[in-house]
Every structure is written in structure tokens, then in C-alpha cells.
């Protein structure tokens, strides 16, 4: 009975890495694309702050608001790098784990998982300074 048993065993151990991997592969690059997005706001308001500010029909209170609505993005900036960082460490721990599993470290997922994390890194470092 016994025989076949190491093989399911090592095949669903294989098939529950991978499916984190691809997991965690995910939320890195969602939040690549969620701080793209968030790039893009940014810059289109501070444009719309210097339009405001531009615009003698505009008052103080209507820059200052836009002001506002521009700390809120950055904020949420911070917030999604400060989770770009956490996600990118677990992800290179499960990186770890799959090269170290026999038959894993040539899979697409693992190729994968190493470009989000390139990407990742680079965009840490551009914030970082």
C-alpha cells in the first residue's frame, strides 16, 4: 500500500509550493501595476494643482483641497511600497524553497516569481533613493 504513497505525497507538496509561489508571485505584481497607477495620479494632480493655482477664478480653498487630495496619493504611495517591500521578501522566501525542491527551479512560475521580484527591486531602489 506504502509505494505509491512518497509520490502523492512529494506531488502535492510540489503542486501547494507552486500554487504559492504563484500567489505571492501575484501580489507583487499587482502592486507593481497598483503603484504604476498610483505614479500616474500623482502626476496628473500635481498638474491639476498648478492648473488651480494658475486660474485666477480658483480661490485658496480650491488649491489647498487639491493640495490635499495629493497627500492622500502619496500616502497611499508609501502604504503600497511599505507592502511591496513585505510581499517582496515572502516572495523571494518561497524562491528559496522552490530552488531548493528537485524539479522546481526550472518551472515558468519560478522564472516567473524571479522577474516580479527584479522589477520589485527596482522600483524599491528608485524609492529607497
Known amino acids: 500500500w506504502g509505494g505509491g504513497s ?7 507538496i510540489m503542486a501547494a509550493v507552486i500554487r504559492d509561489l504563484k500567489i505571492k508571485t501575484g501580489s507583487v505584481t499587482r502592486l507593481i501595476k497598483d503603484l504604476a497607477m498610483t505614479e500616474k495620479e500623482i502626476s ?7 492648473e488651480y493655482k494658475e486660474d ?8 489647498k483641497k487639491q493640495v490635499e487630495v495629493l497627500a ?5 504611495r508609501t502604504d503600497e511600497m511599505h507592502r511591496l517591500e513585505q510581499f517582496d521578501i515572502e516572495l523571494g ?3 528559496e524553497d522552490c530552488e531548493g525542491e528537485g524539479g522546481l527551479d526550472q ?5 516567473a516569481a524571479r522577474e516580479a521580484r527584479s522589477k520589485a527591486a527596482e522600483l524599491l531602489v528608485e524609492y529607497n533613493g
Not at 512518497?6 to 502535492?12: E, P, R
Not at 477664478?57 to 488649491?63: G, L, T
Open 93 to 95: 522566501g518561497c524562491i
Open 72 to 76: 492622500e496619493y502619496v500616502a497611499g
Open 44 to 50: 496628473r494632480q500635481q498638474k491639476r494643482i498648478q
Open 6 to 12: 512518497d509520490t502523492n505525497d512529494a506531488t502535492t
Open 56 to 63: 485666477h477664478e480658483r480661490d485658496e480653498h480650491d488649491v
Open 107 to 111: 518551472t515558468e512560475e519560478l522564472a
